[in-house]
């Protein structure tokens, strides 16, 4: 069940199940930006990535002497959420763990997702609760698929993806080895990159300290804009189709969290990107996507 949000410019379908983004449509230049959920590339379009981001190494984790298994990218993105509030521009869900997953994560949470518009910009928020009588871990990402190219005279290759660094910080790059993450090294120019049919084929675009990233087309250029300022970590992905040619949609990926490193020891505790919540702490995040 897919509910309903809008302002003067977007129009936008948001479904309990995941509390997962399906369709956004601009009024003005109808324009409809989301991935369609096709499972001939990707039967998805906006997973929220919970409680891990990425890929476990041998898909397990270690935690207070015990071993669990989960895997990619966790459970959240798969449970139904409740209502919690609604306007005409507005719409917010929640999740009770209530016991349901502790046999792959040995934590009770509450989770929220607010979505709301301003203009041509949909801002998502995220509310992690830790309802436990100790530290939680935990990882948290998005996933959102935009449709490339948008317009029918258009081509993959008319578009590129633009970055902005965090001020004053080190722009690291990695790369994707049997879903594992390796160190690339510092990027010294983080240039416009032109999307080409090679350009996912070792996996998915990782880097840390990106504020900003753009998706554009350098021939009317109609695209999105993502903010996430301070997230620690983004990714940028497309797969492909039995043919090697590019799916018709590119994701960008704001992570507090990623995947294992390929040495890792498997202690959650000492995970790469992992975030911490003492007791009845609340984690909050916040990103902003424009369609233009």
Not at 16 to 25: D, M, P
Not at 249 to 262: L, N, R, S
Not at 269 to 281: A, D, H, I
């Amino acid at each position: 069940m897919a509910l309903e949000i809008q302002n003067e410019v977007l129009k936008v379908e948001i479904a309990k199940q995941g509390a997962e983004i399906r369709k956004v449509k601009h009024i003005e230049n109808r324009l409809d930006y989301m991935w369609t959920g096709d499972s001939t590339y990707w039967g998805r379009i906006s997973p929220v990535l919970f409680p891990i981001v990425g890929r476990l190494k041998e898909d397990q984790y270690q935690l207070n002497g015990e071993t669990y298994s989960m895997s990619q990218h966790g459970f959240l993105r798969d449970v139904e959420f409740d209502l919690d509030k609604h306007t005409t521009n507005s719409i917010s869900f929640v999740f009770h763990s209530d016991g349901q997953f502790r046999h792959l994560y040995p934590y009770e949470f509450t989770a929220y997702i607010h979505y709301s518009l301003k203009g041509e910009s949909l801002a998502v928020r995220w509310e992690i609760i830790n309802k436990n009588d100790e530290k939680m871990y935990f990882s948290i990402g998005a996933h959102p698929a935009f449709r490339v190219p948008l317009m029918e005279e258009e081509t993959m290759e008319d578009y590129s993806l633009h970055f902005t660094p965090a001020a004053n910080k080190e722009v690291m790059e990695y790369e994707l080895k049997d879903a594992l993450i390796h160190e690339k090294g510092f990027a010294n120019d983080i240039s416009a990159i032109p999307l080409s049919d090679s350009l996912f084929k070792n996996d998915a675009l990782v880097y840390s300290n990106i504020d900003k990233m753009k998706l554009v087309s350098n021939k009317t250029e109609h695209g999105i804009e993502v903010l996430f300022e301070n997230f620690p970590f983004v990714g940028g992905w497309s797969p492909y189709g039995e043919d090697g040619k590019i799916a018709p949609f590119v994701c960008i990926e704001p992570w507090y969290g990623i995947a294992d490193t390929y040495d890792t020891t498997g202690d959650m505790e000492k995970k790469l990107g992992v975030q911490t919540l003492e007791q009845g702490e609340t984690f909050n995040s916040e990103y902003q996507i424009t369609f233009y």
